[in-house]
């Protein structure tokens, strides 16, 4: 799977959990660009992509994550070592 | 020792002159000493036991993680020396609060007992726990060196009022070379005086007349509770805030950057914003460890699934406002044994976000019908006082004596009540030592500086620009002229920071 096709699910992901289908995410996208981004719904949306590619995300990778290109970093990360 | 004493900050001159003479491998070993003189001059040197206790189990658990590959085994090692951990915490500091609702509902009188608990048990209990779940889950190396994780667990700044420091962020730069640096030093030492001010000059001075007002609750009712409610929270601000100053610029005289706590929490929009700007890396370690833990086991995700299927997008969300309860009941309780606070701190602002989120549909409905523009000055100078007055509320059961105190308050809030001269009487009548209207003068001049500053760093300016960029003499003026203030304006009767009792 290519990392824009990955960022693309992981937009449709985020529409869905935020509710918004005006949500464009971009590699530089952070919590403050969206207004229903809050911690709550951070924890949706890392169990949504849990799910959905079937991994497990690291404590520091939910929390530690600046934008979501580092995100996404983790997310390959692990679906490349599935 | 006291934070504010002239004794402590000679203390601190002897170590940091002795700390940047000594080679870079003995520097740590320093701040070691420093801490453990720091523990046995503030404490009952017994106490030490516990804190003993602690770092061992943590340090031990945390290498077998790295040595043994089995994850059941290790689960249950982490389960064990958490419940140790936390254990000895809720021991020495909530076994009196069960005595009292034991005894409560069931009328017997046991008696309460009377253990005393290590300096800042609940700070550094809380970051030994993120150092083994973080050393579970291979985030870092565990530290093979015991005292190394004392040293971590016991560094003296963080002992007062915290922060709730993350091995990843301190652990480090500990044990790293640090050598005198003029501009460190002095920003460091900038950022003690203007601590100090806060603390001595502002918070003291607050203090007496919240504590008039919270003593005569009679006198004060209507709308003077919701008055001394928000003064005590500007009091508890400049108490805590000033408090975090003096630590963080003491540490950063030795070169050792300390996690911010305050980001400008009185320009929060709302209840849920104000707590991710309000005592930063408490609120953080319960999202971390204990929000997140509980939100990816696997009946919570169950649940949610099925909640969600049943009922949309409401039902996915009804287990997290259950983990939150959970947070919520932490936060509380983690301020003191005391239902006061696990209501006031605890439940009181689970309500209010949990509510704001619920009826959040309601809210735009309603904006929309209003024809509100959520852009304008208007509306957001709106939600900034809505958010300090249900902050403020919230927190009456923090300082109040009691549960029952505080219940009585927000009743008379409910008592009309237009008098004025009888209560600025009262006042004045209880705090005859005030120092005059020049201390009214000084206490307001450095609440508006608080101000521009609060408004400025919300902007992303630079606040230290606001002297670093001054002429050498003007600069200078003003760092004698903080420490004239501090010293002339400081009361005798300073009392000891609200946060330290934890």
């Known amino acids: ?82 | 020792m006291d934070i504010t004493s002239f004794l402590f900050f000679a203390f601190v001159g002897v170590s940091l002159l002795i700390y940047c003479l000594v080679p870079h491998k003995f520097q740590w070993l320093v701040l070691l000493a420093d801490s453990l003189i720091f523990y046995f001059l503030t404490v009952e040197p017994y106490t030490f036991i516990y804190i003993i206790i602690s770092v061992f189990t943590v340090w031990a658990a945390a290498l077998y993680f790295r040595k043994v590959d089995d994850i059941k085994k290790k689960r249950i090692v982490l389960a064990l020396t958490v419940i140790l951990n936390v254990g000895i915490l809720v021991a020495l500091k909530y076994t009196n609060m069960f005595i009292g609702t034991f005894n409560y509902w069931t009328g017997k009188s046991i008696a309460e007992v009377n253990w005393i608990a290590p300096l800042a048990i609940s700070y550094y209990t809380l970051s030994l726990v993120s150092y083994l779940v973080d050393c579970y889950g291979e985030a870092f190396e565990p530290e093979k060196d015991p005292l190394k994780l004392l040293l971590f667990t016991i560094y003296f700044p963080q002992m007062v009022s915290g922060p709730i420091c993350r091995y990843s962020q301190t652990g480090t730069q500990l044990f790293e070379e640090h050598r005198f640096d003029h501009d460190r030093v002095l920003s460091g030492i900038r950022r003690v005086l203007w601590g100090l001010l806060k603390k001595v000059v502002v918070a003291d001075r607050i203090a007496m007349i919240v504590n008039v007002m919270f003593d005569y609750t009679y006198i004060f009712s209507g709308l003077w509770v919701i008055v001394s409610a928000c003064l005590f929270m500007i009091q508890l601000f400049f108490d805590f805030s000033g408090c975090m100053d003096i630590v963080t610029g003491i540490s950063k005289c030795f070169g050792i950057i300390l996690p911010e706590n305050f980001n400008v929490p009185f320009l929060s929009k709302s209840v849920q914003e104000f707590w991710s700007r309000w005592h930063i890396t408490l609120g953080a370690w319960l999202k971390d460890y204990v929000m997140f833990p509980i939100s990816r086991t696997n009946s919570f995700k169950s649940t949610s699934k099925k909640l969600k299927n049943k009922w949309g997008k409401w039902g996915q969300k009804i287990p997290y406002y259950a983990a939150m309860f959970v947070v919520w009941t932490l936060m509380g309780i983690w301020h003191g044994s005391s239902w006061k606070y696990m209501i006031g701190q605890g439940w009181f602002f689970w309500i209010v976000i949990v509510s704001g989120q619920v009826f959040e549909p309601v809210f735009k409905k309603l904006k929309s019908r209003l024809h509100i523009n959520e852009k304008s000055l208007i509306w957001n100078a709106f939600q900034v006082i809505r958010t300090f007055l249900l902050v403020s509320i919230g927190n009456i059961a923090f300082r109040a004596e009691s549960l029952a105190q505080t219940f009585i308050m927000y009743k008379r809030a409910f008592v009309w009540n237009n008098g004025i001269t009888k209560q600025l009487r009262a006042i004045r009548e209880g705090i005859p030592d005030f120092g005059g209207i020049e201390a009214l003068i000084v206490v307001c001049a450095l609440g508006i500086i608080q101000i521009v500053c609060d408004f400025r760093q919300y902007a992303g300016k630079n606040n230290q620009e606001l002297i670093t960029k001054r002429p050498i003499v003007i600069r200078w003026a003003i760092y004698y002229l903080s420490a004239f203030i501090v010293f002339y304006f400081s009361l005798s009767t300073t009392s000891e920071f609200l946060y330290f009792q934890f």
């Open chain 1, 1 to 82: 799977m290519e990392r824009n096709e990955i960022l693309a699910k992981f937009n449709e992901i985020a529409r869905d959990v935020f509710d918004n289908d005006e949500v464009e995410l971009t590699e530089e996208s952070t919590a403050a660009d969206v207004e229903e981004w809050d911690s709550l719904s951070h924890l949706s949306l890392v169990s949504d992509i849990e799910d959905e590619f079937g991994i497990r995300f690291t404590l520091a990778e939910i929390s530690g994550s600046k934008n979501v290109g580092e995100f996404l970093d983790a997310l390959i990360r692990h679906i490349e070592k599935k």
